[in-house]
């Protein structure tokens, strides 16, 4: 019937194009919005992961008390002092307890492809007039590569800098701003007893997070440890396994026999990935709202063309064609509607995709791509050459049940 | 051979009886007209006779066949390859050629293309040779009815039906209808049951059946 339902569609071209632009509209919607959502998501968790490792060990938050605070005196010393009043409140940096079990462990564990240790502060930064406080994250930088993706974000110098040790920084270019200064110029930390310690600022880095590029400064591990008087020290590890989807259930594992904080990516960022639960239903939602709406033209362009066809359904049925060729030929019809829409959605989508990355990557330089996955290609054409043949079921039934002589008598 | 036992139609409620008891046999090969006046029954009988409707009571036999007691794909095939109709009102499928809409009967089966060389043929007897391609819009009403019979024709049928094909034509191209129906049926032997409430196109029917108010009046056949 293939043959009669192109016929059709031919002999009423303004319906038939209405419909196909429908279709191809909300396939597109759908194509792009999915991949912009899609897409962005992907880009932050991609920054999460890439930022914090699959799995993040960090020492649990300890409440102080006298006896977990007892080793900072000498221990010969140990009855000589009393405590006027308790001390009290949380530590300052949580450590984790023995890091050395952890490198041993991970060194061989076979889940693992790579872990990078670091240690970071809290330090008061100046310069010139400016005073304030930053994250000092002082790192393994040869490691930290191999684990982050932290040197993709250095606009200025290199990581590898760093490796030396010493007094130098890689600063967040907000926080490199505020101060104003330069790579190549110096800014003071101020140390332990109040001393200021120069350090030469040899690189910078723009990751598009607030957060951190206000914030942070790297420096080698060595150093960090070194200004705040803990060396050997370690606050996180950062581990990077072979499958990043195995990152929850070895988080799960390793924090059981653990009493270090153990967390995957995702643990991690419950709150971001409650967002995403959001966006689905949105999208979901919208969706359905496109669907309904295809569906329904559909369905009354095949209901008034079914009804316009009344008369040829009684000489197709007087000339030997049976009611389900009637379905078939109606059918046809917005199975094709639906196909070619879907098509023609699926190129426009991919279109809009495409120019809509483009342009953000002009005007604001985001590294955020549209997901432009087939699966999502393939759950477009799916869905309206889906709807198209559910919505088209209804009147084409209705035709296959008209007998010859119901429609001859009417008139 | 069309065999009517003890026919009888209804309607509605209240029902009204349209045909009341008729019994008759129309022979293989006899070119039979139905006339009577306008509401008399013609057309319900025509239906009746050409399996398109069912009876409330009696039979109606095609061959033996009887339409009432066939499934919908016994039904359609026997519609398919025995029966040609011609309506008042041609009944062409707008958006297909004339060559196409001779063709249709044969489509259903997949067959078009082997009835291609007979469908042009038919077309060239009713005289639209040179009109193959075009769409019923493009045709008069009279050369419509020709394809119309064409169509009616091409799977060499047993039976033709036609409920008023004359109808809505004028005196010169409904004698060209009326003159192509008998020559059919000269050529193939076809069967044909005209239904007309105009005794003229009656009259050139071999036998004439006479309806009045759902009975048949009378029945003559040329001697
Ligand atoms: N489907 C129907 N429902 C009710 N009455 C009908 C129906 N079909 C025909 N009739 C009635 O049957 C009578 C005969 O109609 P019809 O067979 O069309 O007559 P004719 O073809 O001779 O003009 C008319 O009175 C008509 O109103
Ligand atoms: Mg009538």
Redesign the interface.
Known sequence: MI??AL??L??RKKQSLLILIGIALGTSIFIFLTGLQLGFRAYMIRQLIENDGHVKITGRDETISPKNIENIFDPKQKNNYLWVTNPAGKRNESRIASPFDWFTFLSQNSDVSGFSELYQTQVLIRRAGVKRTAQLVGIYPQRHRMVTQLESFITEGKLADLSGGGPLVIGGAELLDELGVAVGESIFIVGLSGEMLPHRVVGRFSMGARGIDNNVLYTHISQASNIAGAQGQVSQIIVRLFDVDQARPIADQWSQWSVDKVESWDQANAQFLEVTVIQDLTRNFITVGIVLVASFGIYNVLSIIVNQKR??I??????????R?ILELFLTQGLVLGFIGAVLGVVLGYLISYFTMNYLHSIAKSQVQIEIDPMIYLQGILMAVGSSLLAGYIPARAASQM???DI?REE | MIKVNSLIKSFGHPETRVLKNLSFEIPQGQFVSIWGRSGSGKTTLLYLLSTLDKPTSGSVTLNNNNPALMNEKQLHDFRNLNIGFIFQFHYLLPELSALENVLLPARRNNLHKDYEPRAIELLNEVGLGEKTSRLPSQLSGGEQQRVAIARSLIMKPKFIFADEPTGSLDTQNGQKVMELLLKAHNEYKTTVVLVTHEKEYAQQAERRIFLVDGIIESDETKG
Not at chain 1, 315 to 323: A, D, H, N, P
């Open positions: 043959f009669l016929r059709h031919l002999s008369r040829e009684a000489i197709l049925r007087s000339l030997g064609y049976q009611s060729q007998t010859p002589i001859i």
